[in-house]
Each structure stands twice: as C-alpha cells, then as structure tokens.
C-alpha cells in the first residue's frame, strides 16, 4: 500500500504530467500554425522540443506506472480505475480524468498535423510531376559532368 507521502508523490506526478501534455499541446498548435502558413523553417526547433517533452512524458509514465505496480494494481485502465476508486483523494481522479482529455486532444492536433503533412507532400509531389511533364525530357548531370537522360 502506497502511504500518504507517496500519495502527494503520486499527485505531483500526475500533475507534471498535465503540465508536460499542455506544453506539447501547445508546441502541437505551433506546428500546425507553421504547417498551414508554410514557415517550414520552424519546424525543426518544434520537432526537437516535441522529442525532448515525449522523453519526459515517458519518463512520468515509467513513474505513474511504479506507483501502481507497488500498490499491487494492473498496469492498464482497469488498474488506475481500481487504484484512483480507492484513494482517499478524489482530486486525484478529477487530474487524471483531465489528463486523459489533454491526451486525446493532443492525438487529434497531433493527427491533424499528419494530415497537413500529408496534403503538402501531395501538392509538391503534384507539382513535382508538372513541371516534368512541362519540360519534356529533362537532362541531369552526373558527378564527373555526363549528361543523364
């Protein structure tokens, strides 16, 4: 059985990882806005700060998960339902239901952004094909200056 200390352990946990989530929601609706307006420039610095809070967030996880395993529960759903139904702290309920909503809306922006992704990479694949078919045969050169047809 999990004693209070690690409780308020277990609450702060779950409070960092709501924290974490909003950050990467709000680095997701960046992505978008720098998606949509074309600032691909952007892009980079967003990626690296996606992968270094997905690290964290991993972490929290492997945390949250301990705290379960300790207090005898499933590592699933059922088991943090089983446990949250059993504290004494119904806040901590009330946390991880809006860290479950963080999460979904983070997976829809996030899917949302593939599908941006998606249709620019089938407008530059299109207008790829275009400007081939408008040039005709186009000649490229080889390392040492042959001409490739």
């Known amino acids: 059985m999990i004693d209070l200390q690690s ?6 946990v779950i409070d960092n990882e709501i924290s974490t989530v909003k950050n990467f929601i709000e680095i997701l609706k960046k992505e978008e806005d720098a998606l949509i307006q074309g ?5 980079d610095m967003l990626v690296s700060d996606k992968a270094r809070l997905v690290e964290k967030l991993e972490g929290l996880s492997d945390q949250r998960l301990r705290y ?24 901590l309920t009330a946390s991880w239901f809006q860290l479950i ?8 922006i996030n899917l949302t952004n593939g ?10 694949q299109r207008a790829h094909l275009s400007l081939q078919s408008a040039a005709g045969n186009i000649s490229l050169y080889g390392p040492r200056g042959q001409v490739f047809v």
Do not use: N, Y
């Open 115 to 124: 599908k941006v992704i998606s249709t620019r990479l089938q407008h530059a």
């Open 7 to 12: 409780l308020e352990d277990f609450a702060t």
């Open 68 to 91: 379960l395993s300790i207090s005898g529960c499933s590592l699933d759903k059922s088991g943090m339902r089983s446990w949250l139904a059993k504290q004494p702290k119904k806040e």
């Open 39 to 43: 600032r691909i420039d952007e892009l």
């Open 101 to 108: 909503e963080l999460a979904k809306s983070a997976q829809q």
